[in-house]
């Protein structure tokens, strides 16, 4: 597998200097470089729910990880449908990660009011997500399969630190492999759906 930047790197040049009906990369290695974002986005935010949960040291360069990690995937959702685009994505999934960090410290210092609030505000900017994509390529990513998938990433990460806060450590950990499971199936549907809206811009 090739790596994630010069997956990107190749398909932000290919993009920029190549005619429309050339191709930036093959449809094996944009799968590849997408699901690397998504799983990423997992992986860190797992990162994350340890760390604060424990009080860890690394817990903020974890959560700049994280947050780097929705601007790299603005940044290659840009490549097709503009820089406004990416960096409105970049802004609605960073909403998405400061919301979360804001649920994982209410609930660790049980305040449950601002659980629920916050929770509210999470599933909110998850349909604004989802809006958003469909607007994107309405043909490809109905809307309705956006917000059920995304809030049942949602669900998924409450149920992981909710575990890891209660010191479940081995629930937790089977919640974060049954997140990881589906965002790798969310990777694939917003895959297909950028392939079948723009089947010029890969090789095979």
């Not at 590849?32 to 860190?44: G, I, K, T």
């Not at 400061?98 to 998850?126: T, Y």
Request: glycine share 6%; charged share 20%; no cysteine.
């Amino acid at each position: 597998m090739r790596s994630l930047s010069r997956v990107l790197l190749s398909l932000a040049v290919a993009l920029a200097l190549i005619p429309t009906t050339s191709y930036a990369t093959t449809k094996a290695e944009f799968q590849d470089a997408m699901r690397r974002l998504w799983s990423d986005h997992v992986a860190y935010t797992r990162l994350f729910i340890v760390a604060a949960a424990s009080g860890a040291a690394d817990k903020d360069a974890t959560a700049q990880r994280l947050l780097r990690n929705q601007a790299d995937i603005g940044e290659a959702v840009s490549q097709f449908y503009g820089k406004a685009a990416g960096d409105k994505l970049t802004a609605l999934l960073k909403d998405h990660i400061l919301i979360a960090a804001s649920i994982v410290g209410a609930a660790k210092a049980g305040d449950n009011a601002k659980v629920a609030a916050e929770n509210k505000r999470w599933h909110e900017n998850a349909t604004d997500i989802a809006k958003f994509l469909h607007g994107a390529n309405p043909t490809n990513w109905p809307e309705p399969t956006l917000q059920s998938a995304l809030f049942t990433h949602l669900d998924q990460t409450i149920n992981e630190a909710t575990h890891q806060l209660k010191g479940d450590y081995a629930g937790s950990m089977k919640d974060y492999d049954g997140a990881m499971d589906h965002m790798l199936m969310v990777a694939d549907i917003l895959t297909k759906g950028i392939e079948a809206q723009f089947p010029t811009k890969f090789s095979k």
